[in-house]
């Protein structure tokens, strides 16, 4: 059974960065596309970055945010920079197993527990 656990989220002023990782276990990362998706509070659970065998953002990230693997560590990574308040969900990762599309949640098979960013104006 695949587990994912992420880390590194918290508490951090505007402008500042944090990275964000996701440790597998169960099974081999570089097999599958990787995706980070975002949840305000309120609101839906949205795409934030993806990486297969290129990198693929939302527009409200790009140039922001780098999405990266680790393939030794089985480990995913977003790093997040110049970060705003807006950037404030909860952050999950994700892997999909098979398919065309990596936009959608429905895209994915199976998730993390998620980790709090929280931005601070």
């Known amino acids: 059974q695949v587990q994912l656990v992420e880390s590194g989220g918290g508490l951090v002023q505007a402008g500042g960065s944090l990275r964000l990782s996701c440790a597998a276990s169960?099974?081999?990362?570089?097999?599958?596309?990787m995706g980070w998706f975002r949840q305000a509070p309120g609101k839906e659970r949205e795409f934030v970055a993806a990486?297969?065998?290129?990198?693929y953002y939302a527009d409200s990230v790009k140039g922001r945010f780098t999405i990266s693997r680790d393939n030794a560590k089985n480990t995913v990574y977003l790093q997040m920079n110049s970060l705003r308040p807006e950037d404030t969900a909860v952050y999950y990762c994700?892997?999909?197993?098979?398919?065309?599309?990596?936009?959608?949640?429905?895209?994915?098979?199976?998730w993390g527990q998620g980790t709090q960013v929280t931005v601070s104006s």
């Open positions: 994700a892997g999909r197993l098979s398919g065309a599309s990596l936009y959608h949640i429905r895209d994915y098979d199976y």
């Open positions: 169960g099974r081999t990362l570089s097999h599958d596309v």
């Open positions: 990486i297969s065998v290129r990198t």
